[in-house]
């Protein structure tokens, strides 16, 4: 009878105290003191460092499987001649509030993709691409799932700025439609 209680107990402490094992969320202070950084536990990527750089960006580790809504098209603040093929991610709310936010401002509202040219050869035909970069008010979009690495997050105009690269497609990502683009904070 014994050892049934010593394994209902070592049983029953896995079960709840599971969370706590596994640990907090990380609590990363700006070198600045300008805010906080918080990874939460269950993130699927974890805070690296803060590079060489003075801009204060957070580099975080992990290989993330991202679901939301697409924009690709020109960059929103381009007012030179040349179109500059731009991707913004709005991840769904699940999946969001596994991601890096700061204690003061927030989370950033988009996941800027830094290689979406990548992106777009990989969802889009040439001619697809070829005709959406002739109306540069038009953007293709649509529900995605994809998989990004080399996340980083950093303050931007005051704001929340998060980026990643693109890796590749899920299985589940969806044909590519056009729209107009949302107006995205700076």
Known sequence: MHRRS???S???VWLMGG???AGGPQVITLPSGADTLIVPADSPVRFKDFGSNEDEVAELSGKVLVTGTYYLGDNQY????DYDLTLYLVPDPAIAARLPYYKRRGRAPVIYVTNAKAFADAVMSKTALTNLMKDRKRVATGHI???VDQFTSDLECDSPNDAAR???LDERHV????GDAPAFPC
């Not at 381009?78 to 001649?81: H, L, R």
């Not at 044909?175 to 056009?178: E, S």
């Open 166 to 168: 693109f890796v590749a």
């Open 6 to 8: 010593v394994i209902f």
């Open 10 to 12: 070592v049983v029953w």
């Open 19 to 21: 969370a706590a094992l």
């Open 175 to 178: 044909a590519v439609a056009l």
């Open 145 to 147: 799932a994809l998989w």
């Open 78 to 81: 381009n007012d030179g001649p």
